[in-house]
């Protein structure tokens, strides 16, 4: 059963359909890619998992079960955690206290928020930066901050839109690798990405939409030599960023 599901959502803003009957699915353990050119509806689509917008039409389905109607809260503490665009971090805090206040939300009886967000700093590699502050980061360690703060929320899955962005080739690859390892625990993982061969390397499952509609799903491969996605939006070189 996939953890998360969309089932023909669809939203309209007056007269604008944004999103048209969108259909995807996240797997346990396993990251899916949402690409397409901007305007396409990628982060409409997370708007309404997450419960920040909610859809005209259709339903969202958390481990089976229908989420349509809960609240953004209610959701991620079932399990939905988000990172966004822009990069959201509190710059006169430091790493750590940006990650533990997550984790404070989020831990229950019995659990030490300070142990659990030092953890965290240090599965994403930041423990030698974990009492700068925030503002003071490069934009590569400011999105492990980000990743860090979301995996303190101890999601089921995790949304991610354009981690990539900013980020130069090292970064990339070291973001790369958390991310991989982060669904050997089961984690799921939607990703929106423009970084097109970042998001072949990575997921085993690809949703493209365009105007708001899914134009393709598949394995990489699949999406690869699909000549509609090649014509909407990777170009003549299917291996080329969009």
């Known amino acids: 059963m996939p953890i998360l599901e969309t089932r023909e959502i669809s939203v309209r803003f007056g007269g604008h359909l944004a999103v048209n009957e969108v259909s995807l699915v996240v797997d346990e353990g396993q ?4 690409i397409g050119p901007n305007g396409a509806g990628k982060t409409t689509t997370f708007n309404v998992i997450t419960g920040l917008q909610p859809p005209t039409r259709g339903h969202v389905l958390l481990d089976g079960r229908d989420i349509t109607d ?3 809260h209610r959701r991620a503490r079932r399990g939905i955690a988000r990172t966004f665009q822009r990069l959201e971090l509190f710059g006169s805090l430091t790493v750590r206290d940006n990650v533990l206040t997550a984790a404070e939300l989020r831990a229950g009886a019995g659990v030490d928020p300070g142990a659990v ?3 965290l700093i ?3 590699g930041l423990t030698a930066v974990a009492d700068q502050r925030a503002d003071a980061l490069s934009t590569g360690s400011a ?3 980000e990743l860090a703060r979301a995996l303190a929320c101890e999601p089921r899955v995790l949304l991610l839109d ?5 980020l130069d080739e ?3 690859d070291r973001f790369a690798e958390i991310l991989l390892d982060l669904t ?3 984690l799921g993982i939607l990703i929106v990405e423009h970084d097109v061969p970042l998001v072949m390397r990575l997921c085993a499952q690809i949703t493209v939409l365009n105007f708001g509609e899914v134009l393709a799903s598949g394995t990489p491969i699949e999406i690869q030599r699909n000549t509609d996605v090649i014509d909407a939006y990777l170009g003549q070189d299917p291996g080329a960023p969009g």
Do not use: F, K, M, N
């Open 31 to 34: 990251i899916t890619g949402l």
């Open 70 to 72: 809960v609240s953004a």
């Open 117 to 119: 967000t030092d953890q």
């Open 122 to 124: 240090e599965r994403v």
């Open 143 to 145: 999105r492990l901050v």
């Open 162 to 166: 354009e981690p990539a962005s900013g």
């Open 170 to 172: 090292a970064e990339t």
């Open 184 to 186: 050997g625990d089961g």
